[in-house]
């Protein structure tokens, strides 16, 4: 069954918002959750999180970065064109219960996933402390829609060339110095980073989540290609997560699997901007 777009705007020039018409997803989406899904018959299924349900409207609002191929396809489709396949909601919900403080780290494109995950901690009741990054200016996503979930917003670019000059790990370091315990912390962006926030908050003792993103296919435990190992057990992204304890996560073997194709990937770019970004159907 097709599922039409029907809203698109660009938030960078590889960056895309759209909203789809997709009711029986939007009732019963909760934070944290995703979708698979596919653009023709012959694409490949890959996951993107719900950024947002709307169930009076029936739709649901997924953010995406073009990254690769399948991705790149995607932001072609226009306004009134359909996605051919959407299989969701999937994965387990966001843990956000009111815990009391809570520190919300997001890195790049993980800004867009990290958005509905802390407005669920701010509609608990939490207190939201929001520290952002990205690698300047001209990439920074978002930044009205986080400052509302939060009640302390720190923006950090990599060249100093908005807000903070300096990682997001820097600046927390920072608010810690200065006093600062939080009761739980969510991370989400590139593994480093992740693997960078979880190493820097364990011997503070500071419970911490990531969403982890490994490469996933069917999206319901099946194929195995999303397992990763946390906690010396292997676990599957796509029905145990995709959050986990970063203290606990396989963090050099998580990102050994990522690469694995990457040549793959890049071939199947290059030969799509080739061809002019058209896909044979």
């Not at 698979?36 to 719900?50: D, M, N, S």
């Not at 407005?119 to 520290?131: L, S, T």
Request: charged share 25%.
């Amino acid at each position: 069954m097709p599922y039409k777009i029907i809203s698109k705007d660009n938030l960078t020039p590889i960056t895309h918002r759209i909203e789809i018409e997709a009711a029986m997803i939007a009732n019963s989406a909760k934070p944290g959750q995703f979708v698979v899904l596919r653009t023709h018959k012959k694409g490949e299924r890959f996951p993107l999180t719900i950024s947002h349900a709307n169930p009076d409207k029936g739709t649901i609002t997924l953010i995406f970065q073009e990254v690769g191929k399948s991705s790149a396809h995607l932001a072609t489709i226009p306004v009134g064109g359909e996605i051919l396949d959407l299989l969701g909601p999937l994965g387990k919900p966001s843990h956000t219960d009111n815990v009391g403080t809570v520190v919300c780290v997001g890195g790049g494109y993980g800004n867009a996933v990290l958005l509905p995950v802390a407005r669920g901690f701010k509609k608990a009741g939490n207190n939201v402390i929001m520290i952002v990054g990205f690698r300047n200016k001209d990439l920074i996503i978002l930044e009205d829609e986080l400052k509302e979930v939060s009640e302390d917003f720190h923006i950090c670019t990599d060249d100093g060339s908005f807000g903070f000059h300096g990682f997001v790990t820097a600046k927390f370091q920072e608010l810690i110095d200065g006093g600062l315990k939080p009761d739980s912390v969510m991370a989400i962006g590139p593994l480093p980073m992740m693997k960078a926030v979880s190493n820097m908050t364990e011997p503070y003792g500071f419970p911490t989540w990531v969403s982890l993103n490994p490469i996933m296919v069917d999206g319901t435990g099946m194929c195995g290609a999303c397992r990763c190992t946390v906690g010396n057990e292997t676990k599957f992204a796509c029905v145990d997560g995709p959050d986990f304890d970063g203290h606990k996560v396989a963090w050099d073997e998580l990102l050994i699997r990522l690469g694995a194709y990457k040549e793959y990937e890049k071939q199947a770019m290059d030969l799509f901007e080739k061809e002019d970004k058209t896909v044979k159907t």
